[in-house]
């Protein structure tokens, strides 16, 4: 399955920002997708996940409670909406997808097979 994320620019802190990511194929409801980032110097970290099946949706941590991970079988597009962000939020975002996760595995890069090229956000101070 090919990924192509997009919607990443430069925002000031307490601002907003949409990422869409655009899935190929013809079973995009059977994929579970997440959200990663990664910024430079670090490793890459788990923003959040939605799952084909059910639709049940995991957060990080530091993100909980201001992005929101929304999925469109019909488009083929998982978004991620980023409120109230923060300078600490700048990376580059990529969107992932795998298949049958179970919950404890959705945080972890490591359970995703196919990845999208990435999107920069970066929050100004």
């Known amino acids: 399955v090919q990924l192509q994320a997009s919607g990443g620019g430069l925002v000031q802190a307490g601002g907003s920002l949409r990422l869409s990511c655009t899935v190929s194929g013809r079973t995009f409801g059977r994929y579970d997708m997440g959200w990663f980032r990664q910024a430079p110097g670090k490793e890459r970290e788990f923003v959040a996940a939605?799952?084909?099946?059910?639709?049940?949706?995991l957060y990080g941590d530091r993100v909980k409670g201001r992005f929101t991970i929304v999925r469109d079988n019909v488009k083929n597009t998982v978004d991620l909406q980023m409120n109230s962000l923060k300078p600490e939020d700048t990376a580059v975002y990529y969107c992932?997808?795998?298949?049958?996760?179970?919950?404890?595995?959705?945080?972890?890069?490591?359970?995703?097979?196919?990845w999208g090229q990435g999107t920069q956000v970066t929050v100004s101070s």
């Open positions: 992932a997808a795998s298949q049958r996760l179970i919950v404890s595995s959705m945080a972890s890069p490591l359970s995703y097979r196919d």
């Open positions: 939605i799952r084909g099946s059910d639709r049940h949706t």
